[in-house]
Structures are given as structure tokens and as C-alpha cells.
């Protein structure tokens, strides 16, 4: 079947095509090259609209124990928001963690056709991907937790040989089915279960006598060398103290060239000037992130409102838990190999913390020179729930709406950033860039993001509409592998998405010691732990598209 988009002005970045008058065309799902004397079976006219390729949410907290914590704890996330089942979606409710159907129609709706669960334990990962798997419209996927499980640290301790650390971190991702592998507070979270509570970048775990800096580098280098393409995930040391910026400064440099992703980095950009001393360290950090290109980083955006974080960082949501708002919190530990704290969060504009915090986000997409290098998150639920983008985006776009909102906030805290002299206005290009063809060349997804040939046809068509916010809100049309399932921002059609996975090989040996370790340590047997392909292909419910990696380093 040919299907045909005519006359849109096409955004797709990683083809350099940027507003151009073109018409697209999609056979049996996939985009292909032009076809103007053959019949469309279905053709689409979108004279005078935006066409974009579906979005890509790299950094989205959807799926895995923590969620399922927070739709639990936070009844009143429930009350109001619910959402009557149609005759062709189902019920759901919850604004800062909806449920997993009500996500997925949310996103979809929104234009996004991706979203990429970042913190999945591979101990929770069975538990993660059948949760993905009942978020319908989107393809997925998920990142591996790595850096507080014993079996990695003891590793580290003993010194092994690199080779085996690179042989468990490539079987962790076969056996979780993961995309990329994550870092949470290096260390951190083991360390708080022998009552710690801060380890930075150069410290020593007290019982492992290693350093986050150890971990980060160590990591950073068996995914280079086993070719992921994604580089390591990177939820530093220190999240949310005062004076984390020199963490923050600290780990680029710890890199060395190495690439590393620092994800939502506006929680790890706080200086301590002022009479507060809050601060934003944002401007020094750009000055080094301007510098060093093997840098990506995504934001973790505040927004205003209720909202919940939910992080695998026990050892600093323990910290934050006396701010609980309203004053609940879980904070556990998982499988003695990983933890997980989940505190509901209201951010409040009169607020000077949170105002600065917003402030900071701000400063952060702002400042950054390049961006395929910067992607757009709020770190949902963390920041925000996902469902704010488009008023992020209006806020990046449109400096006039930037100044009113900047009026609306803690004045103190409006001084005290750079936020106001800020003139730059993102073009619908760099839109484009940070939320579809930078999160998929990052993550090394080959048939998304795009609209060149052989691609997904996953295709988002706004209205150009000069309040931006609402043409990000209600896109017109959005398809799914060549498929129309949202017309004027309403789902008309469910599907469900495929789970991307990376596969990077390895000495298949390593499984003699794991099985050793499984059976001393661990509550299931490794033959449990492995989440196989017939579970996430659940009898063609579900697909797998195993992305290729990179030519390896070594
Ligand atoms: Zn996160």
C-alpha cells in the first residue's frame, strides 16, 4: 500500500532537510524514495503544515518497579484524573504517573512515537518490560542499572581483568534485553546501605574502597569497547546539593574524551552563591561542555506543579524525603544489588529553590551551542510529567512568552539567573533535533527519528501555529509505521511499538562465575533472571529490533 504526504514543509535533521517544501511517501509501513507516477492508495494533504518524524522521549520514567511504587503511594494522583474508557482506548487515571495505557495514548497524542525507559534494574527486568509492553503506541526500550551491584564492584575491588568486567557488562544487557546500560549515584547506592550518605567523585566506598570515578571510567570504556552506541548513562554523584557543580565539572573531565551521556543535569548544576547559597552553575558547566564534544547531555527540566520523583538513587531521595509534598515516601533497597527511593514533589514558582531550579533548566537548553549534543527531558516524572513539553517548548521557542513567565516566578530567584538576558529562540530545526534525530543517532536507533529511506514511517504533522505550545500539544496527524493513529490529538488508532535492544558479544564463559554468584546471593536462579525473547515477543504482541552497534574500538 502507498500512502502520500503533499506539500508539507519536512524537518528531518538527520538528512539536513530543514523546512523544505516535500512530498513523502510511505509503502507497507516504511518510508520510501519519491514514487510521483504511481497511485497512492491514500494521500494526505498538509499544504502549509510542519511534518516531522514521530518524536523520541530518550529519558522517561514509564516502566520498572519505582513507577509502579509511585502509582501505588499517590492516591491523590489518581482523584480527578480519571479517564473513562471509548470504545477504542481503555481506562486509566494519574497526572504525575499515569497509567501505563493512559501514558502511552498521552504520548502518542503528543507526537511521540519513542520513549525509553531509563533505570531498569535487570533484577526488575522481566517486571520493566511487561510494563512497557502494556504502554501501547510507542516503541521502547530500556537501560541496564549497573554501577551499585556487587558482582561489578567486587569486580572492581579484586581488580579483574577488563576483559570479564566487559564480558558481565555484555551479558547484564543480553539478559536484561536492555539498549544501554545506566549509572545511578556510582556506588552510592551500595554505599548507603553501609550508612553513607554522600560519596563523590573521588571518595572511597567504605567497604568496597573504590571511587565513583573508578566506576564511571571503567564502565565508559567496556561500552565504548564492546561498541554500544549509547554511551553510559550517567546519574552522577551528589544530585540536588548545593555546590554539585564542581561534581558536575569534575566527571567531564574524569571522561578524558570518553564518551558520556550526564543525564538531567540541571539537578547537578547548583553552585552556592547568594545570601541562599543556591546558585546556578549552569554557565560553567556549558563553558566545558562547549569544549568537549563527546559530551551529551539532557536536561531534567522543573516545571510547576505536583509531580513525583522516582529515582534508583536511595541514597539522595532518603536525603530529599523530609520535602515529601504530600509527606509520604518510599525509600527500599532491591535485591541487595540496587534501590530505589520514590518522594512526591510539588514545585512551586513563588518558591526560590524551585524557581531557580526552573531557571537553571532554562539556562541549560539555552546556553548549549550544539543540539544534537542536548536532549529534551524533564526527567519525567522527576521534573515533570512528560505532558508539559509542548509549554517547554514554547518556552524555548518564544522569548517574549520566556519574559512573562520569568515575571511570574520568585523574584529573588529570577535575579539571581541570566535566564532574562537570554535571547535565543530554538528554531523548529533545533525542535526537531533535540526531540527526534539527536535522541536516535545517540542511542544508535537506525529506522527511527528519521524520514530518510528504508525508515519506520512514524511521521508527526503539526499546524504551524505561532503559540507553539499548542502546536506541540495537538498535532493534526501522527502515524505509526505508516499507519494514521492520531488525528487532531486524538488516539483513533492502538498499536503497540517494538522494544529496542542492543547486543554487543561477549566470552560466553562469564556465566560460570554469575551462576556460582546466583546461587550464593541471589533470591531467583540466573536461568530466571534472563528475560528471554519469546516473553517480550509475547506471541507477536510484541516485536524485538536488535540495533546494530558500532565498529568496535578494540
Ligand atoms: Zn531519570
Same mark, same amino acid.
Given at each position: 500500500?502507498l500512502?502520500?504526504?503533499?506539500g508539507?514543509?519536512?524537518?528531518?535533521p538527520?538528512?539536513k532537510?530543514?523546512?523544505e517544501i516535500?512530498?513523502?511517501?510511505v509503502?507497507?509501513g516504511?518510508?520510501?524514495?519519491?514514487?510521483?507516477?504511481?497511485?497512492?492508495?491514500?494521500?494526505?494533504?498538509?499544504k502549509?503544515k510542519?511534518?516531522m518524524?514521530?518524536a523520541?522521549d530518550?529519558?522517561?520514567?514509564i516502566?520498572?518497579?519505582?513507577?509502579?511504587?509511585?502509582r501505588?503511594m499517590l492516591?491523590?494522583?489518581?482523584?480527578?484524573?480519571?479517564?473513562?474508557r471509548?470504545?477504542?482506548?481503555?481506562?486509566g487515571?494519574g497526572?504525575?504517573v499515569?497509567?501505563t495505557?493512559?501514558?502511552?495514548?498521552?504520548y502518542?497524542?503528543?507526537?511521540?512515537?519513542?520513549?525509553?525507559?531509563?533505570?531498569m534494574?535487570?533484577?526488575?527486568?522481566?517486571?520493566?518490560h511487561?510494563?512497557?509492553?502494556d504502554?501501547p503506541?510507542?516503541?521502547?526500550?530500556?537501560?541496564?542499572m549497573?554501577?551499585?551491584?556487587?558482582f561489578?564492584?567486587r569486580?572492581?575491588a579484586?581488580?579483574q581483568?577488563?576483559?570479564?568486567?566487559?564480558?558481565?557488562?555484555?551479558?547484564t544487557?543480553?539478559?536484561?534485553?536492555?539498549?544501554?546500560v545506566?549509572?545511578?549515584?556510582?556506588?552510592?547506592?551500595?554505599?548507603?546501605?553501609?550508612?553513607q550518605?554522600k560519596?563523590d567523585?573521588?571518595?572511597?566506598?567504605?567497604y568496597?574502597?573504590?571511587?565513583?570515578?573508578?566506576?564511571?571510567?571503567?564502565l565508559?570504556?567496556?561500552?565504548?569497547?564492546l561498541?554500544?552506541?549509547h554511551?553510559?548513562?550517567v546519574h552522577g554523584?551528589?544530585?540536588?546539593v548545593p555546590?554539585n557543580?564542581?561534581?558536575t565539572?569534575?566527571?567531564?573531565?574524569a571522561a578524558e574524551?570518553?564518551?558520556?551521556?550526564?543525564t538531567?543535569?540541571?539537578?547537578?548544576?547548583y553552585?552556592t552563591?547568594?545570601?541562599r547559597?543556591?546558585?546556578?552553575g549552569?554557565?560553567?558547566?556549558?563553558?566545558?561542555l562547549?569544549?568537549?564534544?563527546?559530551?551529551?547531555?539532557?536536561?531534567?527540566q522543573?516545571?510547576?506543579?505536583?509531580?513525583?520523583?522516582?529515582?534508583? @538513587?536511595?541514597m539522595?531521595?532518603?536525603?530529599?524525603?523530609k520535602?515529601a509534598?504530600?509527606?509520604?515516601?518510599?525509600?527500599m533497597?532491591?535485591e541487595c544489588d540496587?534501590?530505589c527511593?520514590?518522594v512526591?514533589m510539588r514545585?512551586?514558582?513563588?518558591s526560590?529553590?524551585?524557581?531557580?531550579q526552573?531557571?537553571?533548566?532554562?539556562?541549560t537548553f539555552?546556553?548549549?551551542?550544539?543540539?544534537?549534543r542536548i536532549?529534551?527531558?524533564?526527567?519525567?516524572?522527576n521534573?515533570?510529567?512528560?505532558?508539559?513539553y509542548?509549554h517547554?517548548?514554547r518556552l524555548?521557542?518564544d522569548?517574549?512568552?520566556?519574559?512573562?513567565?520569568?515575571?511570574?516566578?520568585?523574584? @529573588?530567584?529570577?535575579a539571581?539567573?541570566i535566564v532574562?538576558?537570554?535571547?535565543r529562540e530554538?528554531?523548529?530545526?533545533?525542535?526537531?533535533?533535540?526531540?527526534r534525530a539527536?535522541p536516535?543517532?545517540?542511542l544508535?536507533l537506525?529506522?527511527?527519528?528519521?524520514?530518510?529511506?528504508?525508515?519506520?514511517a512514524?511521521?508527526?504533522v503539526?499546524?504551524? @501555529?505561532?503559540n507553539r505550545?499548542t502546536?506541540?500539544?495537538t498535532?493534526?496527524?501522527v502515524?505509526?509505521n505508516?499507519?494514521?493513529?492520531?488525528?487532531?490529538?486524538?488516539?483513533i488508532?492502538?498499536?503497540?511499538?517494538?522494544t529496542?535492544?542492543?547486543?554487543?558479544?561477549?566470552?560466553k564463559?562469564i556465566?560460570?562465575?554469575?551462576?556460582h554468584y546466583?546461587?550464593?546471593y541471589?533470591t531467583?536462579?540466573?536461568?530466571?533472571?534472563?528475560?528471554?525473547?519469546?516473553e517480550?515477543?509475547?506471541n507477536g504482541?510484541?516485536?524485538?529490533?536488535?540495533?546494530?552497534g558500532?565498529a568496535?574500538?578494540?
Amino acid at each position: 500500500m502507498l500512502t502520500k504526504l503533499t506539500g508539507g514543509k519536512v524537518y528531518d535533521p538527520a538528512h539536513k532537510v530543514s523546512g523544505e517544501i516535500r512530498d513523502i511517501y510511505v509503502r507497507d509501513g516504511k518510508m520510501v524514495p519519491p514514487e510521483p507516477n504511481a497511485r497512492a492508495d491514500q494521500t494526505y494533504d498538509v499544504k502549509g503544515k510542519i511534518v516531522m518524524a514521530g518524536a523520541i522521549d530518550p529519558h522517561t520514567h514509564i516502566g520498572g518497579g519505582k513507577v509502579t511504587i509511585a502509582r501505588m503511594m499517590l492516591t491523590e494522583d489518581h482523584y480527578g484524573t480519571e479517564v473513562p474508557r471509548t470504545e477504542l482506548t481503555r481506562s486509566g487515571s494519574g497526572d504525575a504517573v499515569p497509567s501505563t495505557l493512559l501514558a502511552g495514548y498521552r504520548y502518542a497524542e503528543m507526537g511521540y512515537t519513542a520513549g525509553f525507559e531509563p533505570a531498569m534494574l535487570p533484577a526488575n527486568a522481566r517486571q520493566a518490560h511487561m510494563e512497557l509492553a502494556d504502554t501501547p503506541m510507542l516503541d521502547k526500550g530500556a537501560f541496564a542499572m549497573l554501577g551499585s551491584d556487587d558482582f561489578f564492584l567486587r569486580q572492581l575491588a579484586a581488580k579483574q581483568e577488563f576483559e570479564r568486567i566487559k564480558d558481565y557488562v555484555a551479558w547484564t544487557m543480553h539478559a536484561a534485553q536492555a539498549i544501554a546500560v545506566k549509572v545511578v549515584n556510582p556506588g552510592g547506592i551500595s554505599d548507603f546501605k553501609f550508612n553513607q550518605r554522600k560519596l563523590d567523585l573521588d571518595e572511597e566506598h567504605i567497604y568496597y574502597h573504590i571511587t565513583p570515578r573508578d566506576i564511571i571510567v571503567t564502565l565508559a570504556r567496556a561500552l565504548q569497547e564492546l561498541g554500544v552506541v549509547h554511551p553510559l548513562h550517567v546519574h552522577g554523584c551528589n544530585l540536588g546539593v548545593p555546590g554539585n557543580v564542581e561534581t558536575t565539572l569534575a566527571t567531564i573531565r574524569a571522561a578524558e574524551g570518553l564518551p558520556l551521556h550526564l543525564t538531567h543535569i540541571q539537578f547537578h548544576s547548583y553552585g552556592t552563591e547568594g545570601d541562599r547559597h543556591f546558585s546556578s552553575g549552569a554557565p560553567r558547566i556549558h563553558e566545558l561542555l562547549n569544549k568537549n564534544p563527546n559530551i551529551s547531555i539532557d536536561v531534567g527540566q522543573v516545571m510547576f506543579g505536583q509531580t513525583c520523583t522516582a529515582s534508583g @538513587d536511595s541514597m539522595r531521595q532518603f536525603a530529599i524525603s523530609k520535602n515529601a509534598s504530600p509527606k509520604k515516601s518510599v525509600i527500599m533497597d532491591i535485591e541487595c544489588d540496587a534501590g530505589c527511593g520514590v518522594v512526591p514533589m510539588r514545585y512551586r514558582d513563588k518558591s526560590y529553590v524551585n524557581a531557580l531550579q526552573w531557571c537553571i533548566g532554562l539556562e541549560t537548553f539555552l546556553l548549549m551551542e550544539d543540539p544534537w549534543r542536548i536532549f529534551l527531558t524533564t526527567d519525567h516524572p522527576n521534573g515533570a510529567p512528560f505532558y508539559t513539553y509542548p509549554h517547554l517548548i514554547r518556552l524555548l521557542m518564544d522569548k517574549g512568552f520566556r519574559d512573562d513567565m520569568l515575571q511570574k516566578i520568585n523574584p @529573588d530567584a529570577a535575579a539571581m539567573s541570566i535566564v532574562g538576558s537570554l535571547t535565543r529562540e530554538y528554531s523548529l530545526d533545533e525542535i526537531a533535533i533535540m526531540t527526534r534525530a539527536g535522541p536516535a543517532r545517540s542511542l544508535g536507533l537506525k529506522n527511527i527519528g528519521h524520514l530518510g529511506t528504508g525508515a519506520c514511517a512514524d511521521i508527526t504533522v503539526y499546524r504551524d @501555529d505561532a503559540n507553539r505550545e499548542t502546536m506541540f500539544a495537538t498535532p493534526e496527524l501522527v502515524f505509526k509505521n505508516g499507519e494514521l493513529v492520531v488525528r487532531d490529538g486524538k488516539v483513533i488508532k492502538v498499536v503497540n511499538g517494538a522494544t529496542h535492544v542492543a547486543r554487543p558479544a561477549y566470552d560466553k564463559s562469564i556465566e560460570t562465575s554469575l551462576k556460582h554468584y546466583f546461587e550464593d546471593y541471589h533470591t531467583m536462579r540466573m536461568g530466571n533472571f534472563v528475560v528471554s525473547d519469546d516473553e517480550i515477543e509475547n506471541n507477536g504482541k510484541g516485536a524485538l529490533i536488535v540495533e546494530p552497534g558500532r565498529a568496535r574500538a578494540s
